[in-house]
Antibody, heavy 128, light 106 residues
Framework: EVQLVESGGGLVQPGGSLRLSCAASGFTFSSYSMNWVRQAPGKGLEWVSFISSSSSTIYDADSVKGRFAISRDNAKNSLYLQMNSLRAEDTAVYYC?????????????????????WGQGTTVTVSS | AIQLTQSPSSLSASVGDRVTITCRASQGISSALGWYQQKPGKTPKLLIYDVSSLESGVPSRFSGGGSGTDFTLTVSSLQPEDFATYYCQQFSIYPFTFGPGTKVDI
């Protein structure tokens, strides 16, 4: 079964740090780009970070740039999000999500713009 | 950054209704658009990728369309399990922004 399982969430004080993990199983993790997406209580979805399959390309949302760092360990089938200098507005459920995008040799183009596998989420609460 | 707007922000509908949600991008995004469904307390679920391709396992009553900056998600005949919030997302240029969501309820 294809699965993503997040862990590492919790209560942290403003200015503190937290490291989220996402364990992948049931698919070839090293072949897929991955994302972190968050959802504040009662709010919509917010894309946070992207990392390519080989870690060669990383993108971050402006709201977390310089504070959060996405990384992965393909040997351990794991994705991470190091969160530093946390703020109250970082309070959210954090999801890891697999990027469906792949290169189709037959059509010589990229296809699969969407995130097709999601974890159940881990809750981060930033409060004093 | 590319901004996505969705309309309506919410709608009330009945079982059997045909429902269309619009997603508008602040600039052209080619085919780099997906649609998700999220039910309360649940994980988002991919419905449509590449503007109009149906994700495996998603009922055929869901369809996507559009091009350039204007896109639609249509449910041809609303079922009880379709009452949820729907989001579009663009992948053309990072940040890979989501639309604000459209809540579909009874």
């Amino acid at each position: 079964e294809v699965q993503l399982v997040e862990s590492g969430g919790g209560l942290v004080q403003p200015g503190g740090s937290l490291r989220l993990s996402c364990a992948a199983s049931g698919f070839t993790f090293s072949s897929y780009s991955m994302n972190w997406v968050r959802q504040a209580p009662g709010k919509g979805l917010e894309w946070v970070s992207f990392i390519s399959s080989s870690s060669s390309t990383i993108y971050d949302a402006d709201s977390v740039k310089g504070r959060f760092a996405i990384s992965r360990d393909n040997a351990k089938n794991s994705l991470y999000l190091q969160m530093n200098s946390l703020r109250a507005e970082d309070t959210a459920v954090y999801y890891c999500a697999r990027d469906k995008l792949y290169y189709d040799i037959l059509t010589d183009s990229y296809t699969g713009y969407g995130m097709d596998v999601w974890g159940q989420g881990t809750t981060v609460t930033v409060s004093s | 950054a590319i901004q996505l707007t969705q309309s309506p922000s919410s709608l009330s509908a009945s079982v059997g209704d045909r429902v269309t949600i619009t997603c508008r991008a602040s600039q052209g995004i080619s085919s780099a658009l997906g649609w998700y469904q999220q039910k309360p307390g649940k994980t988002p679920k991919l419905l449509i990728y590449d503007v109009s391709s149906l994700e495996s396992g998603v009922p055929s009553r869901f369809s996507g369309g559009g091009s350039g900056t204007d896109f639609t998600l249509t449910v041809s005949s609303l079922q009880p399990e379709d009452f949820a919030t729907y989001y579009c997302q663009q992948f053309s240029i990072y940040p890979f922004t989501f639309g604000p969501g459209t809540k579909v309820d009874i």
